[in-house]
């Protein structure tokens, strides 16, 4: 039964990255975004998941990884040779901040990252080299889709690889560790402080990476789009609706988020409803299955594996 749920993952990463030979265009965009979704899903996991940081400042990941390579492919570099220097700008950017934020705990923490995303929002508003509020266009030439989506469904695979990774590494371990009891880790060895430093670093640096990948596919970047602060609501709400501190619940989060946002789009009025929708999908998933579709898979898988209950009578006899 372990080896199940493997095969179904390969065949479906098989599947993703060999659509480009059996679907059209149209469907090709839908599960483009839906591999970025579940990137950025997966990454924020690695920190809020496996490690219980709350961070709701990822968008200033995804805009640092889209600028770079915006900046760099406009001074003549190849696009894809900008994945490397956005992920480690961004890595770099983590540990800058994590220092000081990570002395903070609980919602403190959450609160100082929401602070740090709209500060780099407007940083990259005001300034010149970044086109101010008017954004950046991509050079011309610079487009290559089939490429770009092979690109994102490598990473969006890469990405679930790696966080199924840490949940069985001790690194993974430490983060749990950290989750469960901070104080009891650290009483126990566990310097906190680095390990969340190395998940926020990891985590940033394939975030950006996917930011790199979305700035080339859309050719054109605006402070409003990638740093925006609905997104990094986002990148949070697809794992706990999906199942926070799982390999698994980031993915079905991103699969459900993905969908809707699909939907909602071909729907003029429903446009600007996602967050309230959103919202309330949450609400829900937190009063009844706070474990989110991976606890409920599990809750029915438990309900049907569960023997059944003989009645008096024929128990005795049995």
Same mark, same amino acid.
């Given at each position: 039964m372990?080896?199940? $749920?493997l095969a179904a993952a390969a065949v479906l990463a098989a599947f993703t990255l060999a659509a480009p030979?059996?679907?059209e265009r149209g469907t090709l965009n839908d599960v483009w975004s839906l591999a970025f979704a579940v990137i950025l899903a997966s990454a924020w996991n690695i920190l809020g998941g496996f490690a219980?940081?709350?961070?709701?400042?990822?968008s200033a990941f995804l805009g640092i990884g889209a600028y770079t390579t915006v900046l760099l492919s406009l001074a003549g570099v190849n696009p894809f040779w900008t994945l490397a220097p956005g992920a480690v700008v961004a890595a770099l950017f983590s540990v800058l901040i994590g220092l000081p934020a990570f002395r903070l705990r609980g919602p403190y923490f959450t609160i100082a990252t929401i602070g740090v995303g709209e500060a780099v929002r407007v940083v990259a508003s005001s300034v010149s080299f970044t086109g101010g509020s008017s954004g950046l266009r991509m050079p011309a030439g610079s487009f290559d889709f089939t490429l770009n989506y092979e690109a994102m469904a490598a990473l969006a695979v890469a990405t679930v690889a790696i966080s199924a990774a840490v949940t069985r590494s001790a690194f993974g371990h430490a983060l749990a560790a950290i989750k469960q009891d901070i104080d009891a880790a650290e009483a126990l060895g566990v310097g906190s402080t680095r390990f969340k430093l190395g998940a926020h670093a990891l985590s940033a640096a394939l975030v950006a990476l996917a930011g790199s990948l979305y700035a080339i596919n859309f050719q054109y970047i605006a402070p409003s789009s990638v740093f925006d602060f609905r997104l990094s609501l986002a990148i949070v709400l697809a794992p706990i609706v999906g199942g926070v501190g799982t390999v698994a619940g980031p993915v079905l989060g991103a699969v459900v988020f993905s969908t809707l946002q699909i939907k909602l789009l071909s729907v003029p009025a429903l446009r600007d409803s996602y967050l309230f929708i959103y919202g309330g999908l949450l609400i829900l998933v937190m009063l009844?299955? $706070?474990?989110?579709?991976?606890?409920?898979a599990r809750r029915l898988l438990a309900?049907?594996?569960? !023997? !059944?209950?003989l009645p008096p009578e024929a128990a005795r006899a049995a």
């Open positions: 372990k080896r199940l $749920p030979l059996f679907l219980g940081q709350v961070s709701l400042g990822y009844y299955e $706070p474990k989110g579709l991976v606890g409920l309900r049907v594996r569960r !023997p !059944p209950v």
